[in-house]
Structure formats: C-alpha cells, structure tokens
C-alpha cells in the first residue's frame, strides 16, 4: 500500500506544477493548446522515471560532492533521447515545443525530485515517485491548455467546442493569458484543496541551499 | 552598416517585444523567486545577463569548432549544460579570489543560475537561429538585459501588490501571476516597434 501512496501523491497532493509550484516556464510556454501540454507532459514524465530509475539504481557510486552535475548529466542524456525520438517521430509536435523539448533538462521538477526522493530511495519507490509527479505535471499542462485552448481558439484537442457565435479570446492564446490561467488554475485548487496556496518556495528546488542563503542575507 | 543595424534589431527584439520573461517564458523560476525586492531582482538581473554573455560567448566555439567538425551536434544540450556548470562554478572561485565586493552582492545568485532555463534556453537558440559569434553574444545581452528589465519593474509592482488587501484565494502566487499576466500584456504594446525604427 506504501508504494501507492508514493504514486499517488504527485497527483494531486504534492502536484509538482500546482501545489510546489515548479517547472513553471513549461508550463505557461507550451499550453497554448491542450495537445502540446499533453505531449510536454508525456515527454517530461518518460525523462522523469527513467532519471529517478538510474539515480536510484547510482545513489551508492555518484560522491555526494558532484551530485548535481551528475544527475545533470543523466537526465540531458534522456532528454537527447526524447527529443531525437520525438523529431523522428512527431515532428510535428517536436516543432511545436522547440526549445522547450531541450530544456525539459533544466526542468526543476525533474532536478527536484533526484535530489529530494531518488538518491534517498529504493528503485521501485521512485520509479513510481517519477511516475505520480510525472502524470500530476501533465494533468496540470493538460488543464491549463484546455483552458487556453477553449477560450482562445473555441476548440479542445482541435475539436469546435465553443458554438460559432462566440468570439474568441486571442488574448488567452497570448502569453499574458498563460500568466493569467495559471495564476486562476492555482487559486482555484487552493480553494478546492481549502488549503493556503503556497507561496513560490525552494523547498524542493535544488538550489535551496543558495536561496535560503539569499534570504537571510535580504532580511539582514 | 547592414551588420550593424542587424545587431540593433536583435537588442531591440530581445529587450521588448520578445523579452525573455514576458514573452518566451524563460527563467520564470527566479522571476517568481527572487523578485521580492529592487535589490534582490537587480542582484540577479545582472548576475543572469553576465553568465548568459559568458556561456554564449563559451559555447558558440564549442558548438562549431568541436561539435560539428565531429557530426555529434545532437549532444548539444549535454554539453552546453556541463558547459555552463562549469563556467558558472569558474565564475564564482574568480569572483570569491579576485574581487570580494562584487562577490559578497552578486556570488549568491550564481548557484541558482545553472538551473536557470534562460541560460541554457539562449544558447541553443543563438544555435536554432543560426546565429555567428556576434549575433550569439548581443542576442545573449539583449535576453538578459530584457530580463534585468522585467524583473526590476516587477519588483515595483509586488512591492506594491504585498501593501493591498487581496481576496483570500488570490493570495500569494495566484495574484503573483495575474499581475505577471498584465505586465506581461503592457509589453504587448512594443509589438511593431522593431519594424516601426527599422523600417521592418
């Protein structure tokens, strides 16, 4: 029952994009439409287990000293994967999320997670780990894209959804909508949740140590 | 002439109507995170804009001189990624050795740039683009003096939004992002301005 909850929890509960509040740039980038948000989730989710497997499976050999730049290292090497994949693939959507398939590397959901759960761990807890926080991002990016999607272009997944007589709103297709859904989609679920969203915290982010340093200096 | 008024285009484009904040959504993270107060967004500001010169000056190089001659363009973003742990860990010991001061205001943003996507987002864009040595290096300027700008502004705006009295429910990042939505919006009254000085 324990792994499940391992699963589970990065559906809803510790939802990485909307509860922890990281990989954001993804996020507002690719969901213009619902279907870029589900490939960018699939393909962050796919890196996201398959790190965690191999960090778990390195956590006794990689020297605590140079972690970060070997998990680095791993996880580019899955996202050269995905991306050659998906150019030969799915060009198309390949296309659609550009730059952003590369910087699935600098994603801090992925980093996070290595550092909070995978080199603590045993393989099986983080695969599934990877697999719950992965799924949660990408029911998050599909959200978010079906939001902007319906209101900016009437359609969802390309389908009419929005009788003809109502205008869209170009706006949600701009960035300034990605902003504006995200911030809703969040304040939505915290009243749903009834639960203070968070504010934006380092407390899953590998650059913790740095930021904390930064406050206290700020305060001082 | 004709490089030079490329080169205006690309500082132009980059600082307003494609800012990379606002716009192209890189390096949200610490837009969110560190843009508490002035001197905070200002201390990280210039600290991205130093490294991603810096990485864009490395990596063009690398890009051309190693990872082409050997056909193995497509370990781009592993390399790029050591490339820039590297250099931002290089920048940090020179820093602590050679000039304290500056150390002491900026060395405490550079471990949060590594993870940074504007960083590693702008060099393989400078590759996307197609871009020579010069373009790489005022692309990189541009993006992050467009960042510098945006985060400096919306310090203003927060430090205005923590003295109101917001809705429960919108309080902390929600209301973070919505004002984040309308600044992003005033940005889309640049549009056209590039074409409008240069003639498009």
Not at chain 1, 44 to 69: A, E, G, H, Q
Not at chain 1, 137 to 144: D, G, P
Not at chain 2, 35 to 61: E, I
Request: net charge neutral.
């Amino acid at each position: 029952m324990s792994y499940m909850k391992e699963f589970t929890k990065g559906l809803l509960k510790e939802n990485p994009n909307l509860v922890m509040l990281l990989g954001m740039c993804p996020t507002l980038a690719v969901t213009t439409m619902a279907q870029n948000g589900l490939g960018m989730g699939l393909a962050t989710t796919f890196v996201l287990v398959c790190s965690n497997l191999v960090i778990s499976l390195l956590k006794k050999v990689i020297p605590d000293t140079v972690r970060l730049p070997c998990f680095i290292v791993i996880i580019a090497g899955f996202v050269t994967f995905v991306s050659i994949m998906l150019d030969s693939f799915l060009p198309d959507l390949a296309e659609a999320l550009g730059v952003f398939l590369s910087l699935i590397t600098v994603n801090c959901i992925i980093l996070g997670r290595a550092e909070m759960f995978a080199c603590r761990n045993k393989v099986l807890p983080s695969v599934l780990d990877g697999l719950g926080m992965g799924l949660g991002f990408t029911m998050s990016l599909i959200v978010v894209g079906a939001i902007r999607e319906l209101l900016g272009t009437g359609k969802i997944f390309g389908l009419q959804i929005m009788p003809d007589f109502v205008q869209p709103m170009t706006l949600f297709i701009l960035p300034a909508g990605g902003f504006f859904t995200l911030g809703c989609v969040i304040a939505v679920l915290g009243v749903i949740t009834k639960k203070k969203p968070r504010k934006v915290s380092c407390d899953n982010c590998p650059s913790r140590e740095a930021c904390t340093k930064l406050e206290s200096k700020e305060s001082a | 002439m004709e490089l030079v008024r490329d080169l205006m285009i690309i500082l132009f484009t980059g600082i307003l109507t494609e800012n990379f904040i606002l716009n192209k959504f890189y390096g949200i993270c610490p837009f969110l995170g560190v843009s508490k107060t002035t001197d905070g967004a200002l201390g990280m500001g210039l600290a991205v804009t130093a490294v991603m010169v810096g990485a864009s000056a490395v990596t063009y190089p690398i890009y051309h001189f190693v990872l082409v001659p050997l056909n193995i363009e497509y370990l781009n973003t592993v390399c790029f990624i050591l490339v820039i742990a590297a250099f931002v860990q290089t920048v940090e010991m020179v820093l602590k050795k050679y000039v304290p001061a500056l150390y002491s205001s900026l060395g405490v943003y550079l471990p949060l740039i590594t993870t940074n996507c504007a960083v590693l987002g702008v060099t393989i864009l400078n590759i996307d683009n197609e871009y020579g040595f010069v373009e790489s290096v005022v692309n990189a300027l541009a993006g992050g003096i467009g960042f510098l700008l945006v985060m400096v502004i919306f310090s203003g705006v927060r430090e205005r939004i923590s003295r109101c009295d917001i809705p429960k429910a919108l309080e902390g990042t929600p209301v973070t992002l919505i004002a984040a939505s309308i600044t992003s919006l005033s940005f889309v009254g640049f549009s056209g301005i590039v074409d409008g000085i240069f003639g498009g």
